[in-house]
């Protein structure tokens, strides 16, 4: 596609529930990264694959945090037993080569999930 | 947390005037690449600046990074109302970004 893309756009869960967050990156994008976003804010670094491989995973919250990337394309952040606290716009990142040091990210719209 | 911190947090200017946000980390930098973020196009990426520049310029913008400092300026000339935004520095080594600057402009 011409841009990364994800799904869905906004999600209301009660707490408790599981969701699963989805992320397209642009063909051929090397890297794919994670950020939760709280409203006022700064993105924070939730976790970074190169391909398929997760090879920073440092900022996720707690173990209620899972991301994959099985084909190093699309990739999926799942949240397991929903808390408030979770309720955040969740942003997905991809850029051509490894990690952001020459190279820029191109970044989607956000999911907005909030926990009720 | 945030690694980053950008000074000022709320800045507002008149239209055609020019607007000087800052970041500093307190770990090491590499290369630095600075952000946009609006409503209406979500984050998008301004300029990169490699750890052996001192400044780079892009169109309206000037970009200083001092890694004795670990620190940089963002410098926008000329404002526009469209330059309204929040203005995000991200360590391009760590992947972070820092809390941000919200730039108002007034036309």
């Known amino acids: 596609g011409a841009g990364v893309s994800q799904s869905p756009r906004y999600k209301v869960a009660k707490r408790g529930q599981d969701v699963a967050l989805r992320c397209d990156p642009i063909s051929g994008h090397v890297s794919l990264f994670w950020y939760q976003q709280a409203l006022g804010q700064g993105p924070e670094f939730l976790t970074y694959f190169q391909n398929e491989a997760q090879l920073d995973k440092s900022g996720l919250p707690s173990d209620r945090f899972f991301a994959e990337r099985p084909e190093g394309s699309v990739s999926t952040l799942k949240i397991q037993r929903t808390q408030q606290e979770d309720s955040a716009v969740y942003l997905c990142a991809s850029s051509r080569n490894r990690g952001l040091m020459n190279t820029e990210a191109f970044f989607g719209q956000g999911t907005r999930l909030t926990v009720v | 947390s945030q690694q980053g911190e950008e000074d000022p947090q709320a800045l507002s200017i008149q239209e055609g005037e020019n607007a000087t946000m800052n970041c500093s980390y307190k770990t090491s930098i590499n290369n630095l690449q600075w952000y946009r973020q609006n409503s209406g196009r979500g984050l998008v990426h301004l300029i990169l600046i490699r ?53 108002t402009v007034k036309p």
């Open chain 2, 51 to 103: 750890s052996n520049e001192r400044e780079k310029h892009s169109g309206r913008l000037r970009v200083t990074l001092d890694t004795s400092k670990k620190s940089s300026s963002l410098l926008i000339t000329a404002s526009r109302a469209a330059d309204t935004a929040s203005y995000f520095c991200v360590n391009a080594g760590k992947s972070t970004f820092g809390d941000g600057t919200t730039l």
